[in-house]
């Protein structure tokens, strides 16, 4: 019964390839988002989309990609990957109309060899 | 512009001690504050959050966090901390630009000595 869930939990890749990563909520949220906390923590918006529509893009490589094929799926794929792409994925949603606060997932750590 | 600082880096107390976590924003109107706690390989999770009304807010495992317009700050403390709360700790202020993006300082990490 995972509220959010994010998909693979690690990703181990060399640097060039594409790959993706899922989030699924069950909350019945509007609105859901990725974030990127990097090796000190640091955490950052990169995306966020509401009723699958995009609302949020913050300065991120256009090898950044997402997709919401419904208001319950955020999707994000990277192409040709690079070093400094390693770090955490989290995914989030929130009921952004009811104003409450957002719902994190357990984050996909990605390294890139 | 809008920011959060967590001046503390790095807080060790002994189990049952008291805590304190400090954290200052910088936001032209009235904010939203969250603070969230993020163990180790898990996401963040939510455990209080400050929209309007009383300005000392209880939170989830024991926390709570007070408001304070004046000093712009809205400091997580607990009574009693246990061995489990070990963890980061993470302010965030929103929304931004309009929007309902979140910025989040960068982090407390809070060590419990038995």
């Known amino acids: 019964d995972t509220a959010v869930s994010q998909t693979p939990k690690y990703l181990v890749t060399q640097m060039g390839n594409d790959k993706s990563i899922k989030c699924e909520q069950n909350?019945?949220?509007?609105?859901m988002y990725w974030y990127k906390q990097d090796s000190k923590k640091f955490l950052k918006i990169m995306f966020s989309?509401?009723?699958?529509?995009?609302?949020i893009n913050e300065t991120v490589p256009n090898r950044f990609s997402p997709k919401s094929p419904d208001k319950a799926h955020l999707n994000l794929h990277i192409n040709s990957l690079e070093l400094g792409d390693s770090a955490v994925y989290f995914c989030?949603?929130?009921?952004?109309?009811?104003?409450?606060?957002?719902?994190f997932g357990d984050g996909t750590r990605l390294s890139i060899l | 512009a809008q920011s959060v600082t967590q001046p503390d880096i790095h807080i060790t107390v002994s189990e049952g001690a008291s805590l304190e976590l400090r954290c200052n924003y910088s936001?032209?109107?009235?904010?939203?504050l969250f603070w969230y706690v993020q163990s180790p390989g898990q996401g963040l999770q939510l455990l209080l959050k400050?929209?309007?009304?009383?300005?000392l807010v209880q939170g989830i495992k024991g926390f709570e966090a007070e408001f304070k317009r004046s000093q712009s700050s809205f400091n997580l403390r607990k009574p009693s901390v246990h061995w489990s709360d070990a963890a980061e700790y993470f302010c965030?202020?929103?929304?931004?630009?309009?929007?309902?993006?979140?910025?989040f300082g960068t982090g407390t990490r809070l060590q419990v000595f038995p």
């Open positions: 989030a949603s929130s009921d952004r109309q009811a104003n409450q606060p957002q719902h």
């Open positions: 965030a202020v929103g929304p931004i630009d309009n929007t309902d993006k979140l910025i």
């Open positions: 909350l019945g949220h509007d609105t």
């Open positions: 936001y032209g109107a009235t904010p939203y």
């Open positions: 400050y929209f309007s009304g009383d300005t």
């Open positions: 989309y509401n009723n699958k529509e995009l609302i």
